[in-house]
Nanobody
Framework: QVQLVESGGGMVETGGSLRLSCTAS????????MGWFRQAPGKEREFVAH????????HYIDSVKGRFTISRDNAKNTVYLHMNSLKPEDTAVYYC??????????????????WGQGTQVTVSS
């Protein structure tokens, strides 16, 4: 079992920054992959970023490359999503997720075993 709790969402203006945090408990954090997804109103949940346990291998959706950075601190059981140059189209509920059985399909939400409750990010124009 893994429990995930997100924090750090809020409302910012276009061009602003936010840092999301997701703290895990349960299974040893440094042994599994983590991802961030988001879901805007009326849209399907979409992949945003992924990071392997080594904190080196990372993947991003094209629309956030160069603006968002995923990182993790295994000693603090926490994964972060640093979001810069935010745009109104980034507005969504952001979810962190844990993948305990890595298969390489890090972009697919069905790969992930546990999810946080979500945190709202709103970017005003």
């Amino acid at each position: 079992q893994v429990q995930l709790v997100e924090s750090g969402g809020g409302m910012v203006e276009t061009g602003g920054s936010l840092r999301l945090s997701c703290t895990a408990s349960g299974r040893t954090f440094g042994t599994y992959d983590m991802g961030w997804f988001r879901q805007a109103p009326g849209k399907e949940r979409e992949f945003v970023a992924h990071i392997r346990p080594n904190a080196i291998t990372k993947h991003y959706i094209d629309s956030v490359k160069g603006r968002f950075t995923i990182s993790r601190d295994n000693a603090k059981n926490t994964v972060y999503l640093h979001m810069n140059s935010l745009k109104p189209e980034d507005t969504a509920v952001y979810y962190c997720a844990a993948d305990l059985h890595y298969t390489g399909t890090w972009y697919d939400s069905r790969t992930y075993d546990y999810w946080g409750q979500g945190t709202q990010v709103t970017v005003s124009s």
